[in-house]
């Protein structure tokens, strides 16, 4: 390495807030049940910050990230600092900050009762408690941040929406720091992302329009940074990694010309994607540092070090910030060695996005194997891999010991045969023409269908899941720490089963599922019982405020061993004479909320995958299931942040689904399952799944989504979901007897099946079967009708 002035320096968009051991988790569990007060909740957020930036410095870091810390959410946190809660709230300005907070997070019941709680079953201790005269009030919507699994709180705009600098934590935060002795770069969103990512509450309203009210507010947090003494602020704006309107992407000049004039240095951040065609536009506007996405846009990073002017700061994300694979030191020294050479003085090494999307620390996973232990890096061992770029390329002797056990790593992970198998090779080589065509048409299968199950008009049924007990998660606790035998376990979960199976026969509902109280999370559970999947004990990573997600590792070929789901679910058949439906994750879904090998396209381990799921639908109707759903939800989620490169996409996400699907004879069912999202951009590829059955979300947006199915006269049959599962509020007949209706006008009755929202996993009994009994009523009032 040639260069030996030590001016690179390090540090990383954001860090991981939950905690090594969840502690943030559960503090806000408790808080909310009203066992933790607001002050020892706030203790607990400053002792969390202090220990991440102190692993920060201790890394080597040359500055901490101040203000990535939310007590649910970053997008939430600007909503309180700058000043815009939605007045649909009406808070009073002596409401304590934090309960505002929460309520916006989770909801606000009626005076007195906790109806309108948004996960109501994590405690109830919120709004309610301190708000009892004012109006019940639905949580800001929540929805994904951009391609991730991390869902953020939806701000709301209108005409009338107003900006003020209105909360203290991020300058209160700065001072933690410095007080620590810490050198500060302060994160924010940036004005122009903050608004695309709210939603106008107003017919016809153009969020962009508030931006000259925003603009002086970005003013003034920038001139508290500065008189605070921070050295750099770094504003994200990874909208200019997606598809633009013009006018947003003129406007980014003149907002940061205005912003610049603060003369506190500004580190414009973008990540997740390509630049394209706003890469001129980002090296050009008037900011002290850039720092680009160097793994999602490898290929921008020569013309970015060509155009970026040279006085400005250079931060190349090059340690992957979505994934766990240990960085291949040599390979990313090979990339920057030329970048080097070319910035003087002014490049700066980082993670390529947020470290909030990956675990906190390897150090925990005692019981992972060794050999795939050494091919990753969690938050804190991508911390000390920043270090070592820094000190290679400074040509520090020190890093040698850390380049060559990461070099041993990357060559056993190469050269591995656990992650080659050429029997998994040698089966998608060989993949018949036609594995991916169900053998009949839609048509003649549904007419076989409905011979063999008979259903009634408006058949009913549930999307998978029924509430998952404190005591079915005390039993699983029990068994991994070996307190519980195995077969005590088994017999405790059929003993589930069989309950769930008995209450949905009370109910009457049609179609019947086991209720998978057997399986922690809907994708983790098969990643444990698929070759080629690693999991963690402790790789806990946060999906929406207090709630977290444990994603399996997909390190090498993916291969069934053997049936996964067939044994509990011919238990459950055995148990009703009604139709019970087998239960299984799609590969498009199993491989998005799964950490992913990045060795081969994803197309591939999809492919993998849906070979696994095929044999276990084949199993499962050979034993007799005749009714299967395949879920995925996450179909849309995985959609490319750029349209160039959506067809690609979703024309191996559909063939993978097809080939999970297509075993079966015609009279088998297929049904798959889909939440909340944007369908109406992928509906010919949803139609082109060919599923039998569509369940998908459609409550929340009072069946307005079906509209898009009724116009693109969507072939087969769909469940609309007729009520919300993100609430503990029950909702009446007439509610779901009135979606109903609005179905029936745009969707033929007879394609129309009545279930719920989602899965009711998250929700408690009681409510369950209030809700579903008022769901069967609603449906026989319709077969009475039509
Ligand atoms: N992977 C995934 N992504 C998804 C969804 C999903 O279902 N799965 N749904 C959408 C919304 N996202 C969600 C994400 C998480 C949860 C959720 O409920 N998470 C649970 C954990 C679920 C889980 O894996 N539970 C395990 C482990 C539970 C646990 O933490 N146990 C304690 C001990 C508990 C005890 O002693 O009782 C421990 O291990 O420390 C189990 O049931 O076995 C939580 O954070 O609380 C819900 C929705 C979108 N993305
Ligand atoms: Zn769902």
């Known amino acids: 390495m040639t260069n030996t002035h030590k001016t690179i320096s390090t540090h990383i968009p954001g860090f991981p807030r939950i905690g090594a051991a969840r502690e943030l988790k559960f503090a806000l569990e408790r808080n909310w049940r009203g066992e933790l007060s607001d002050a020892e909740l706030e203790d607990v957020g400053r002792d969390l910050r202090a220990r991440h930036w102190a692993l920060q410095r201790d890394a080597g870091l040359d500055f901490v990230t101040v203000g ?10 600007h909503i309180q600092l700058l000043g815009c809660e939605p007045a649909r709230y009406g808070f009073q300005p002596d409401q304590p900050q934090l309960s505002r907070y929460f309520t ?3 909801g606000r019941g009626a005076a007195n009762t906790h109806a309108a709680h948004a996960d109501h079953d994590a405690g109830c201790g919120c709004g309610a408690r301190d ?9 800001l919507e929540m929805t994904k941040w951009f391609d991730t699994n991390y869902h953020y709180l939806v701000p709301e705009f209108t005409p009338e929406t107003a900006f003020t600098l209105a909360c203290e934590r991020l300058f209160d935060e700065v001072a933690e720091a410095k007080a620590l002795g810490h050198a500060v770069k302060a994160a924010l969103i940036g004005p122009l992302t903050f608004l695309w990512l709210g939603k106008a509450k107003t017919d016809g309203f153009d969020r962009l329009s508030l931006l000259d009210k925003l603009l002086p507010i970005y003013g003034q947090i920038l001139d508290r940074l500065k008189a605070q003494g921070v050295q750099w602020v770094q504003i994200d704006e990874p909208i200019l990694g997606i598809d633009l309107p013009a006018p947003w992407r003129s406007a980014f000049e003149n907002s940061y010309w205005q912003l610049n004039q603060v003369g506190v240095p500004l580190l414009l951040a973008t990540y997740f994607s390509p630049l394209e065609e706003n890469l001129s536009l980002a090296c050009r506007l008037p900011v002290a540092g850039l720092h680009v996405d160097g793994v999602r846009a490898p290929q921008e990073l020569a013309s970015i070090a060509d155009w970026l002017p040279v006085h400005k700061v250079l931060s190349v994300g090059i340690v992957d910030g ?8 040599d390979a990313a020294l090979a990339v920057l060695q030329p970048i080097v050479d070319k910035r003087a003085g002014k490049l700066w090494l980082s993670s390529s996005c947020s470290l909030l999307h990956v675990p906190f620390t390897l150090a925990a996973e005692t019981a992972l194997d060794a050999e795939t232990r050494s091919w990753l890096a969690f938050a804190t061992e991508k911390l000390a891999e920043l270090n070592t770029l820094k000190q290679a390329l400074h040509a520090d002797a020190g890093a040698d010991t850390a380049l060559a056990t990461s070099r041993a790593a990357i060559a056993s992970r190469r050269a591995s045969p656990r992650v080659h198998q050429q029997a998994v090779r040698d089966r998608l080589e060989h993949l018949p023409a036609g594995a991916d065509q169900r053998r009949a048409h839609f048509a ?35 068994f991994k720490r070996g307190d519980l035998s195995l077969t005590d376990y088994e017999a405790a979960m059929r003993a589930e089963i069989a309950d769930a199976v008995q209450r949905q026969e009370a109910l009457g509902l049609d179609v019947l599922v086991h209720g998978e109280a057997e399986r922690n999370d809907m994708v983790e559970y098969f990643g444990e019982q698929l070759d080629g999947f690693a999991f963690t004990q402790h790789g806990w990573v946060q999906s929406y405020g207090s709630r977290c997600v444990k994603p399996p590792i997909i390190y090498g070929d993916v291969s069934r061993p053997q049936a996964m789901t067939v044994s509990w679910t011919v238990h459950a058949q055995s148990l009703t004479g009604k139709p019970m439906k087998g239960m299984l994750t799609g590969p498009i879904t199993i491989l998005q909320w799964s950490f992913v090998r990045d060795d081969q396209p994803r197309a591939r381990t999809a492919l993998q995958i849906a070979l696994a799921i095929r044999d276990e639908v084949a199993d499962l109707e050979h034993a007799g299931i005749g009714i299967i759903q395949i879920d995925e939800p996450a179909v849309r989620e995985g959609l ?14 559909t063939h993978a689904f097809r080939v999970s699907a297509s075993a079966v004879g015609d009279a088998t069912q297929i049904h798959t399952h889909m ?37 693109f006269r969507y072939p087969n049959e769909i469940g609309p979901g007729v009520y919300d599962i993100h609430s503990p509020r029950v909702p009446d007949q007439q509610e779901m007897v009135r979606l109903l209706h609005k179905a029936s006008a745009v969707i033929p009755p007879a394609n129309l099946w009545v279930n719920p929202d989602c899965g009711l996993k998250t929700r408690g009994w009681a409510e369950t079967e209030s809700a579903l009994r008022n769901m069967v009523a609603a449906a026989h009032q319709l077969r009475a009708v039509y």
Request: glycine letters at 2%.
């Open 68 to 77: 990535d810390f939310a007590f649910y959410d970053q997008v939430a946190n």
């Open 104 to 106: 916006m997070a989770r």
């Open 131 to 139: 708000a009892d005269a004012l109006p019940a009030a639905a949580a």
């Open 322 to 329: 979505r994934n766990i694979w240990r960085t291949d030191l």
């Open 444 to 478: 003649e299968r549904q007419a076989a269908q409905r011979a063999r199950f008979r259903l009634p008009n408006f058949p009913t049924t549930t999307i998978g899941s029924f509430p998952q007990t404190p005591a079915i998660r005390a039993a699983r606790a029990s």
């Open 640 to 653: 490319p942040l750029r349209r160039s490169r959506w067809t690609a996409y979703l024309d191996w996400a």
């Open 675 to 711: 939440c909340y999202a944007e369908f109406n951009d992928i509906l010919p590829q949803i139609a082109a799944m060919d599923a039998d059955v569509i369940t998908i979300e459609t409550s929340r947006s009072d069946m307005e989504l079906l509209n898009g199915f009724g116009q």
